[in-house]
């Protein structure tokens, strides 16, 4: 499957590479394609760094916003599409969250306001990918994009993210949250809880107030946990449907290659659906005409000239051979797609339609 049927097709794309590889202006690419085949598209960032919402003119400091018809069709595209973008909030994104697995206004309420919530809720280990995925899951189930493209972080800890649904479920069945939910229901209550040894010696060194405060919070998020725990394994799901299809955006460095595979076979053996391997910074000019001698050469005045004309075409034929094997290998599982070096930064939206060429013929 090519990449114009990829983005016709699927509801989400999600791009993943290394560091440097030039995910983040391939994520651009594809989004802004999208939209301008017509395509109410969001590109969601959950990578830190800003790059995505910085190429796509988002405003500095704004998490959300969009890129006007007036600039694609500037920049070539045709506009009759939307490009939203958005930046990955994770307190917000928590928030709603609550908000939506809540049984009524006043617990959501309760939670939302809690002390030890609004001080660990965006900092909690796996916090961010917890979140990333509750965004993404969120965005597909309102329905008001036909495309969501993801821009992932680098994926030095690709399983960190994927996994991060199922590990979120994990932890609201495992016994250290059950057990808060249980000393509740069987009137351990706070007065009792805190005449126990160890709690007494973590009031004297924290104070009674954030004892409370935990102590209310793991009461009341005991009804919202199987909301939340539902959420994260549709989202595990919906990672591996026919909605979704995964880019690796890789270079032909040797590390990023070693990515590259171990990848492939981590993502096929975990049975995502990858749509491509897309190769970036590839050499423009792979199939120049032989030149084996000098007498290819006659219109050179010079010998020395015409010899060393034969050693550059040669040393150029030996790297173009290399570079062949490299992509026929990164393709071997799957569709490759080479994106060659083009010869300006690609810094606005005029370069990522250039590049956009090469990924969509």
């Keep these: 499957m090519n ?28 989004a802004l394609e999208a939209a301008s085949m017509g395509k109410r598209t969001l590109a969601l960032t959950v990578d830190p760094s800003r790059r995505l919402a910085q190429s796509l003119g988002l405003s500095p400091g704004a998490m959300t916003g969009k890129v006007s018809a007036r600039r694609m069709k500037e920049a070539g595209y045709n506009g009759k599409g939307e490009l939203t973008v958005r930046l990955l909030d994770v307190k917000k994104t928590f928030d709603e969250l609550i908000i939506k697995v809540s049984g009524s206004e006043d617990a959501a309420s309760r939670i939302l306001a809690n002390n030890y919530y609004r001080s660990v809720a965006d900092s909690i280990a796996g916090a961010h990918e917890f979140m990333a995925m509750e965004a993404l899951y ?5 329905g008001s994009y036909d495309l969501i493209v993801v821009d992932t972080p680098p994926s030095e800890h690709l399983s960190d993210l994927l996994t991060a649904p199922l590990r979120l479920s994990a932890i609201l069945d495992s016994q250290g949250f059950r057990s808060f939910f249980l000393m509740d229901r069987m009137s351990f209550g706070l007065t009792r809880m805190v005449t126990s040894l160890s709690l007494r010696f973590i009031q004297r060194v924290v104070g009674i107030e954030v004892i409370h405060d935990m102590w209310e919070f793991f009461s009341e998020f005991e009804s919202v946990s199987e909301g939340i ?12 449907s026919p909605s979704a299809s995964f880019l690796i955006v890789t270079n032909l460095s040797e590390a990023s290659m070693e990515n590259t595979l171990g990848w492939e076979k981590d993502l096929s053996s975990g049975d995502y659906p990858v749509g491509a391997v897309i190769v970036n910074r590839t050499s423009p000019d792979l199939d120049l005409p032989a030149v084996k001698d000098i007498k290819g050469l006659e219109v050179v005045a010079s010998d020395g000239l015409r010899e060393k004309l034969v050693r550059l075409y040669k040393e150029h034929g030996n790297e173009a051979d290399a570079e062949k094997k490299a992509l026929k290998k990164l393709g071997s599982k799957f ?5 060659p070096e083009i010869d300006s930064e690609v810094i606005g939206l005029r370069e990522i339609r250039r590049l956009g060429e090469y990924l969509f013929g």
């Design 3 to 30: 990449l114009g049927r990829i983005v016709e097709e699927k509801r989400i794309v999600i791009c993943i590479g290394s560091g440097g590889a030039g995910k983040t202006t391939i994520s651009s690419a594809v």
């Design 138 to 142: 969120s965005s597909y189930s309102e």
């Design 229 to 240: 725990k539902t959420r994260a394994e549709k989202t595990y799901g919906l990672l591996k």
């Design 335 to 339: 569709p490759c797609i080479p994106v």
